[in-house]
């Protein structure tokens, strides 16, 4: 089962609007990382215990040619983590990651200062958005800069992946909400605009909106 999420969006640009905020959380890791694990494990913990959280999980690429290649890992994922880093003002980026909101970020390898830093990263209300018709609207609302609207297919099924090779060898490990595509529908800057979604993935498919906002995203 996918489930298809407009997480949206519009992580590029704070606005004021009456969408019930929601903290997105995104973990970069591989499975080939021993530092990951618990990064890892308390994500899943916010999966199953935040439903005020969207926890994604995005496999990197630049550990597959160490040990193990993550059967989850792309391109396009390693590619938004360098994004972040270029937002964030890093001059690398590493594993485990975990970004907050397009704004704050942290190893997440220690559950307390994970649960603190969400805490402490404000919650933006985004404009609402409404999916029908195979469409997703974006409400009007005050915005002080141009946005991006994403669509996010992500998988929340619990995947156990032995590992057998690498610095993980021998381990199996959970996986959770794992982020299959990201698709960029659009630009929004604060005038009601509506894009047509691409098909769903095959399957067993369900979708959710939810708004968010931040000051730091992949440009």
Known sequence: MIRT????????????ASAAPLTVVELF????????????????????????VLALSYAVTYWDQLGWKDRFASPANTQRQWDYAKGLRHDNVWTPQVVINGRADITGTRAAPLASLIAATPRVSGPALTVAGGTVSVAAAKAAGPADV???HYDP?????????????????PHRNIVRDLTRLGGWSGAA????????????TRARSAGCTGSTSPS
């Open 5 to 16: 999420l407009l997480a949206a969006a519009l992580l590029t640009a704070p606005v004021t």
């Open 157 to 173: 099924r619990t995947h156990e992946v032995a590992i057998k090779a690498g610095e993980n060898g021998g381990r199996t490990l």
């Open 150 to 152: 994403w669509l996010v």
């Open 29 to 52: 890791q591989s499975q080939g990382c021993s530092s990951c694990p618990p990064a890892n494990a308390n994500v899943n913990a916010l999966i199953a215990s935040r439903p005020d």
């Open 193 to 204: 605009a509506t894009f047509r979604l691409p098909p769903a993935p095959s399957g067993n």
